[in-house]
Antibody, heavy 122, light 107 residues
Framework: QVQLQESGPGLVKPSQTLSLTCTVS??????????WSWIRQHPGKGLEWIGYIYFSGSTYYNPSLKSRVTISLDTSNNQFSLKLRSVTAADRAVYYC??????????????WGQGTLVTVSS | EKVMTQSPATLSVSPGERATLSCRASQSVSSNLAWYQQKPGQAPRLLIY???TRATGIPARFSGSGSGTEFTLTISSLQSEDAAVYSC?????????FGGGTKVEIK
């Protein structure tokens, strides 16, 4: 059964870059059947989709974050990563990685990683 | 961007009773709607996709209905372990968007 696990610093300074990695285990990371997304949740708020990457390397980002986001993948290590530049206190959230279906079509998410809280503070 | 609105914000239901949760889309999302359950400190868990298809391992007491702009998640006989926040998500268009969630409490 596929499992996803986020990792990365829990504290980032304002104006710096948030970097997180999601490690995928127990499944075919390079399978063309899936897309790999980042989603975040501000404390006590709803979920916000950040963007996704397909195994070919194609990406799609939420327009609200597009100017600051890069998602990349490392197929040799079954990982994909998120970089969010120029962070502010408003980027404090729990960040999840999750799997979707297909290449270009929007999808639901299953499964999800357990999430990691990132705080932005000097 | 399609805005998803959930109601009510909080729902208090007695064990064994029915819980009915609503999700409304600002524009039609066809049947491209999913429901998730999220317990405190946990990741969301997929319950329903394609508006009415239960995900693997989801109990039959969870059911989804609707299409277009109006959707409903029904928990037919609420169990204590169903206390959680339930969120809807549209995947008809990019960007993917979620509702703000409905918190289900056990009365």
């Amino acid at each position: 059964q596929v499992q996803l696990q986020e990792s990365g610093p829990g504290l980032v300074k304002p104006s710096q870059t948030l970097s997180l990695t999601c490690t995928v285990s127990g499944g075919s990371f390079s399978s063309g059947a899936y897309q790999w997304s980042w989603i975040r949740q501000h404390p006590g708020k709803g979920l916000e989709w950040i963007g996704y990457i397909y195994f070919s390397g194609s990406t799609y980002y939420n327009p609200s974050l597009k100017s600051r986001v890069t998602i990349s993948l490392d197929t040799s290590n079954n990982q994909f990563s998120l970089k969010l530049r120029s962070v502010t206190a408003a980027d404090r959230a729990v960040y999840y990685c999750a799997r979707g279906l297909g290449e270009n079509d929007p999808s639901w998410f299953d499964p999800w990683g357990q999430g990691t809280l990132v705080t932005v503070s000097s | 961007e399609k805005v998803m609105t959930q109601s009510p914000a909080t729902l208090s239901v007695s064990p064994g009773e029915r819980a009915t949760l609503s999700c409304r889309a600002s524009q039609s999302v066809s049947s491209n709607l999913a429901w998730y359950q999220q317990k405190p400190g946990q990741a969301p868990r997929l319950l329903i996709y394609d508006a009415s298809t239960r995900a693997t391992g989801i109990p039959a007491r969870f059911s989804g209905s609707g299409s277009g702009t109006e959707f409903t998640l029904t928990i037919s006989s609420l169990q204590s372990e169903d206390a959680a926040v339930y969120s809807c998500q549209q995947y008809n268009n990019w960007p993917l968007t979620f509702g703000g969630g409905t918190k289900v409490e056990i009365k």
